[in-house]
Every structure is written in C-alpha cells, then in structure tokens.
C-alpha cells in the first residue's frame, strides 16, 4: 500500500498534489469531477450490462470504472468510483438508485434519528476498501487516487428527503423543526463520514474531498448553526492522516467566508464564482479548485479555449490551483472536449511553471 505522501516540500511530488500543498508544479493538475461515468462510451458499454449499484458493489467493475478516464486521458488524478450515499448503505434504510438515490425509509423524526446505527466501513461497505486497495495498486505512481465522501447536510438532505429534489424542502423544515434532532443526525453523519474518510485513506487513498453539493441551500447563519460545526469536526479529525483535504460547498460563494476558516489545504468553487473572489476571500493558505463551467465543453474549440485561459487567469500565476470544471461533467459531453481541455491546460501552463520554478 502507499503511504500518505509528507508535507515536506520535495519538489517531486506529483503535480495534483503539489498544487493542494500549494507547492510549485510542472502544470496546473487537471481532473474532473464524474470523469468516471456515464459520458464515456466505455462506460456506457458497461452499463448496459450492470446496474449502477452492481458495479459500485463490484470491486472489479468499480475499478474498471475507475481507470477507464486514466487510460483514456493524461489526467492528474483519478476519483474513486462511488456515490456519496455510499457509506449510508450500513444505516438500514432501503438505500436504492432510480436513477438518482432514494430512501425505502427516509428519516422524518427525532425516533427515527434515536434509531440510527452505523457500522465501521470495514463492515457496512467493505467493497468499496477493496476498490481502493486494488486501484492503490494499479494506478501510476503520479496519478494519486482521489477518495470521497459526502458532507453531513448534504447526506442530511437526501436522509429526510428521501430522494433528490431542487429545494429539499422536507429537510429544511425539518432542520427548523427539529433543530436538536438535526444536530443529533449531522453528528451522526459526521461520525460516519470521518471513519468512512480515514478507511480510505489506510486502503490506499491520497487525498480526501467533501463534497457538499447542496451547501448552497442554506445562508450563512443556517450555514454556521447546522452545517459548519460538522465539517469542520470531519476535516480536524482527518488532520492526522497525511494526504490533503478539498472541500467543495457546491453553490456557497455567501459561504466562504466561514469556509475560509476551515483546516482544509483546498476548497472547490462553483463555476458561479470568479476564482480570483474566491482566492481574496480563502486567504494565501487554501488553494482553489475549478471553475469552468460543465457547459464551456459544449462550446467551439476557439470558445472553449479562451474559457479555460479565463479560468486560469481568474487562478492567478502562483500555485495551489487545480483545474477543475465548476460541477461534474455531462453525459452528453464529447470526450474530444475533455482531450482538448487537458491537453490546453497542461500546454499552457508548462511553460509559465517552468518559468516560476526554482532552479
């Protein structure tokens, strides 16, 4: 298994984990968020063969999944494939996909939170350790594999949902509702997750997201009250496990300045947010990581060049950026764009690095 790379600046750590350590690299890092998915046609070649949950409960088939951007790409890093319901698999609750996910059982009140029990990753998903594991060993040395989880009031709002939803309003008011019984759930979600994170990490993981992709829902104040306290319990107690941590408040430009404050090397901003606000908002000590917007892929190569010179720009010359898209990618996507983007990004930003770099 390889161990968690160390904070020393060596120079010759790969460049997607150069850049979360803020140190100079030999180009921007790209990866994309749902690079493992459904706009590959080797995916899609799967798929029809296996359900979703099949091959996320497939070691061999989520490994698959997994590599097959990698082999197609010279991508920076690759991403775990998996959901962020995933680790909620253990808490009994009749978790299934149609196609997004849905809740036999959603959570509805303060007996029901009373009720919950989680059990260690080793136990309630120990598939997704032997993914890991099977892909610490297969991936290039500088290709580092991304793990995952999903924040507590993002797993909060499917939990009492009980499905998807664009306002997730049965959460909201039962987070108004029940205000000691969310915090009761959030806790218990940030339990969860902070064992769920660091199993990764001992299978073979090499760095460490968050995503809390309906962050956006809430404003500041609710933000701090509900959603902050348990963040920043996941990314205190994940301090200790050597590998970097991004957090990405998907639609959470009002929330950054909370944001700001967390122990966390990289945060991900939302194709909503120019990334120089960003930068002057995070402080020196946080890199940044985006932002093109998904739909920028659809656009003429000329087009779709000039928008990712504009992100780089927005990131500024100095390091600790890694290029991202400012949500995951379309299915609908051309893989050539994707070629295109990182092959645009590493051109351009080869030369600018080598320049800055010491001798």
Known sequence: MKQPDPHSATGDLPPFLAACRLQPAAHTPVWIMRQAGRYLPEYRALRERHSFLEMMRTPELATEVTLQPVRR???????????????????GLGLDFAPGPVLERPVRSRADVEALRWRPAEEAVPHVLETVRALAGELPERTPLIGFAGAPWTLFCYLVEGRGSKSFITAKAFLHAEPEASRQLLELLADLTIDYARAQVGAGARALMLFDSWAGLLGPDDYRRFALPAVRRI?????????????????GATLLEDVAGLPVEVVGIDWRLPLSRARRVLGPQIGVQGNLDPAA?????AALREAIDQVLEEAGSGPGHVFNLGHGIERETDPAKVALLIDHVHARTARRTLREVPA
């Open 297 to 301: 892929l659809f656009a003429p190569e």
């Open 73 to 91: 790409f010279p991508l920076d890093a690759a991403i775990l494939f998996a959901d962020i319901m995933t680790p909620l698999d253990g808490l």
């Open 235 to 251: 990314l205190e107690a994940l301090s200790s496990s050597g590998v970097p941590r991004i957090y990405f408040p998907n639609q």
